[in-house]
Structure formats: C-alpha cells, structure tokens
C-alpha cells in the first residue's frame, strides 16, 4: 500500500478534527493563549501516531469512521504528543528554535504563555476524551495517562543523562519511557476501540517506539535540519548518550530493523487486514534509510 497517501489521508481528517475542536473552544478564551495553541497544534507534521490509532483498529475489524471512539481517541493522543513537543521545545528542556520547519511556541509567544499552551492541550486531551459516551472512554484515559507519565518519566532520564556515560540498559529504560511508552498507547488504544486484548497491541507499539526513537537519533545525527524542519546535531551537542554513540550508526540501524521485524512477527496472526499497520510500521525505520 502506498504509506505516504494513508498517512496524508490521516493527518487531513485529523487536522480538519484539531481545527474544529479548538473552534470550539477557544471563543472565550485568552487570545494569545489560543493563537499559540493553535500555532502548536495546526503546524503540520505526519500525524503517525493518531494513524497507528486508527491502523490499529482497522487491523482488529473496529470502526474508525469520524465519529467512532478511535477517531476521538486519535485526537486525544495527538493532542497530548503536542503538548509534550511544546514543552520539549523550551529553553529549559531541549531549547529548539524549529519545529515542523516554522519557530517554535516559545519563540513567537514567549516562554509563559508556551508553558500554559501545552498544559491546556495535555487537558484538553482527557476532556475532548472522556466526553464519549463509552465507557472504554475511561479504560483509554487511563492508557493515555499512563503513557503521558512514562514519557515525562523518560525525559527527566533524558535531561540526567546530559553530558553522562550512560549504558546501554540506561539508554534502552530511557527510549522506552521517552518515545516507546506514547507510540505503544497508541497501537494499544486502537485494539481496545476494537473490542481487543491491548496487550498485544502494546508489545507492538514499543517496538515501534524505540525504532523511531533509534531512527530518529540517527537522523539527528545523519539528517539535514531544512529536510526534517528541525535542528539536527542536538544530541552531541548536548552530550546525550543515544544508541547510535554507543553501536555505531551501523549497529543503531540494525538494532532498530530488529525491532522492526518483532513488531512486524507479532502482526502477522492478524493478516491482510493489518496491511496499514505493518506499511507503517516500516515507515518508522525507512526514514531513516
């Protein structure tokens, strides 16, 4: 199937969600506070996480129509992926000038106001969430949740790990909580909004995760900033102990093919249906090729 052309389809229902979600909500509001919302939210990007979301479900036999819990959950999860590159972006954390190839939050609204942006989107996940009238609402609040925490888990690891000689268990802890534990809720929420065992779901998703991750830390290393419309060069920089310092790049893509091809093992028993799934499953690592 052709990757490229689900994952727009994706992000142009997704943003055309996002759109209407802060049309909504945003008329009383501070004005800046939502510009700078809207500045984070609406700024592009491939939408991968809200399409392993709705792949998922899709591989299961569940309903990803727009007003299906796996459309509402895939915007909720965005919406939390958001906040955290909001905050991410600070000066106090990773300090980014770029994101998606325009500046980022704090650099058009100042850091307070970048602050109180990504809070209210972290909030307005759960509440867009949890006003479904299902109750796997509440079982997918809990996943998200649980996700959010790890991930804010793995970026305390990340900026304790600065200008550190970390092994490669440390390394590995860290990508799980950082980028595994949010790409994992997302192949995991699918399944439940297809009626399904998440369990499965999950070991999938954090395969996937630390690939990205791995690829992603290549990239830094590797990339070019106008191609991925960020700043590359920022894990040495920082001192920051990643795969690839510690394998080699050759050894870092290796180990993130090997990923790949568990995640890709655990999704066979589900077969033709989860054709997008898998697609995007090797997306995560092709970009790094």
């Not at 009626?195 to 954090?206: F, T």
Request: hydrophobic residues 50%; aromatic residues 4%; contains cysteine.
């Amino acid at each position: 199937m052709n990757v490229d052309a689900y994952l727009a389809s994706v992000a142009g229902r997704v943003e055309g969600f996002l759109a209407e979600l802060l049309s909504a909500r945003s008329q009383s509001g501070p004005g800046e506070l939502w510009e700078a919302v809207r500045h984070a939210l609406l700024g592009g990007g491939k939408r991968l996480r809200p399409a392993l979301v709705l792949a998922s479900a899709e591989a299961r036999g569940g309903d990803v129509s727009d007003g299906s819990l796996a459309t509402r959950f895939a915007v909720a999860l965005e919406l939390v992926h958001t906040y955290s590159l909001v905050h991410d972006d600070l000066p106090s954390m990773d300090d980014d000038d770029l994101r998606r190839g325009r500046p980022t939050v704090h650099k058009v609204y100042g850091e307070a106001t970048a602050i109180l942006a990504g809070d209210l989107l972290q909030s307005l996940a759960f509440a867009h969430l949890l006003a479904a009238a299902d109750p796997r609402a509440a079982q997918l609040a809990r996943l998200l949740a649980e996700g959010a925490i790890r991930m804010a888990e793995g970026q305390a690891r990340d900026l304790a790990g600065e200008h550190a000689s970390l092994e490669e268990p440390e390394v590995m802890a860290l990508m799980r909580d950082k980028t595994g534990a949010l790409v994992a809720s997302a192949v995991a929420g699918g399944a439940i909004c297809a009626g399904a065992d998440p369990a499965e779901g999950y070991s999938v998703g954090l395969m996937l995760g630390l690939a990205f991750q791995i690829t992603d830390d290549l990239l830094d290393l590797t990339g070019e900033a106008a191609a991925l419309g960020k700043r590359t060069g920022k894990d040495a920089a920082a001192g920051k102990s990643t795969l690839p310092a510690l394998l080699g790049e050759e050894g870092a893509r290796r180990r993130a093919e090997a990923f790949l091809e568990e995640a890709l093992s655990l999704l066979a028993p589900l077969g033709p249906g989860a054709e997008a799934l898998r697609a995007l499953a090797r997306f995560v690592v092709a970009r790094g090729r």
